[in-house]
């Protein structure tokens, strides 16, 4: 894989990105209207000698996408000096070979921090673990709340439409509920990535 | 001998962008089984599945099998209940 200027070229700048998402874009713009930017992140970002690439891999139907691409997009608004560029996942498998979650997923989004000569300096992927972790403590916590909902490995086509149809809500209401923690823990992490890595 | 119509239910995780594979497993069923299953019901999910039911029976489970179903699979899961030979 060649990461070079002329390829680099080839990515899309974020405006251009969310104009020509075909799904989601919406829901996209709403996270982005309320992403609360932590002033240390931008004091962090503002803070670094040099300017810093952003690759980013993305398609606008993944979830972790439209949740966590927003963020990064208002922090370049507000940092100039980030210059970022966004590839498909699925027309760039030679990036996302790159960088696979695991080694083995290719979860999106990645976000791969660049120097000016395009040697990559640390990469972020999909969310954060502590996301994650607290995702299946509060879905564990419905599943004890309501024993109409089964097992919470049970798969859910078992269960009768009316109550399934609950179990989303009560599920995508959890999501909800945790938008302000989930990119407070992203503002960590990237904050944390580029001051080890800041040259 | 009248076979019990089957139904088959697929679950998918709409939030990794799963449509293509249950839709084309959809397919996959229409085209092989027709009018012997009495329904395909495709549910919308997320935290990462795809599974997929014969008759109440899980044949797939991406969770505990890895990875989308072979049709092969699937439709051989569909022939057993039916009790049909295989289409070649």
Redesign the interface.
Known sequence: MTLDRARWDTGMTYDAFKATMTRNQDRFSENEARVALDPETVRTFKSLPKGLRVLVLA?D????VVANLPILGRLAKEVPTLDVRIFYRDQNPDLIARWLNQGKYQSIPVFVFLDQDFRELGHWIERPASVTARRAQERKKIFAAHPEFGAP?A????LPEDV?VRL?AD?QQMRENMVPFANAEVQRELRELVSRVAV | MSAKPLRVKITYCAECGYERQALDLTQALMYEFGSRLSAIEIIPWESGSFDVSVDGDLVHSMKRDGGFPEHATVKSAVRSRLGSAPTV
């Open positions: 398609e139907w993944c979830g972790d490995d798969p859910v086509d078992q399934r989303q599920l």
